[in-house]
């Protein structure tokens, strides 16, 4: 049983095309256990997590339901075709009296459980939105397409140009989970007129700002199947 004061929120319905083809992306396999039952099994592991609910393909909700039974208590609910749907479908399934939700992605599957208690505690604290961050370590470039090169287009660049450096100082690497005020997470999902990539997006449209804590490496974000490999390695290290 859990016990704490925090709802988390798993997207979980998406197909995961970059990493090729085979099961969903949730039910990929890192070193023999699906991504999300790594990923449940650490946020189970927070303190201050009381309710998860998983968003699923809906077929494979009963599936899901039994992978992770003796995982932890999870709610499991069908998704929607976008992720964004997805987390409204689950946000629904939140018992009302719990003011805190972190939405958080299946596919971080080794995600530390002292960030998820991190951003709780940021928005216990009273900040409405926080998202886990990294500096940028590359060189940023801003580019736009170059109309006069088209032999470029056989090596499969572009074809671009560089139109300046970005001054790397001021960006961040966003990673998940991103913590809400229920109330802020639940407009922002009323509100929405597109389609974007992180909830905390949803939350700048509305003008609430949003706070920035610091994450870790081992919260990557497991796309590729060279991602898979480095989670691996790294499940082994630590």
Known sequence: MLFGDVAVLVPAAGAGVRLGPGAPKALRLLAGEPLLVHAVRRVAAAPSVRVIVVAAP?????????????????????????????V?????????ELEIV?????????????????????????HPAVILVLPVVDT???????????????????????????????LRVVQTPQGFRREVLVAAHAA????????????????????????????????RPVDLLLAEALLHAT
């Open 58 to 86: 809906a077929a494979d909700v009963p599936a899901i339901r039994e992978l992770l039974a003796p995982v932890a208590p999870v709610t499991v609910v069908a998704g929607g075709a976008e992720r964004q749907e997805s």
């Open 88 to 96: 409204a479908l689950a946000l629904a399934a939140v018992p009302p």
């Open 192 to 223: 929405a007129a597109d389609v974007l990539t992180d909830d905390a997006g949803l939350a700048e449209k509305q003008g609430v700002p949003v706070v920035c804590v610091p994450g870790s490496e081992l919260a990557l974000k497991i796309t």
């Open 140 to 170: 940023i470039k801003e580019v736009a397409p170059l109309v006069a090169a088209p032999a470029l287009s056989v090596i499969g660049v572009g074809p671009e140009r560089v139109l300046g450096t970005v001054d790397r100082s001021v």
């Open 102 to 126: 972190l939405v958080h992605d299946a596919a971080r599957a080794l995600t530390p459980p002292a960030l998820i208690e991190s951003v709780a505690a940021a928005v216990r604290a009273g």
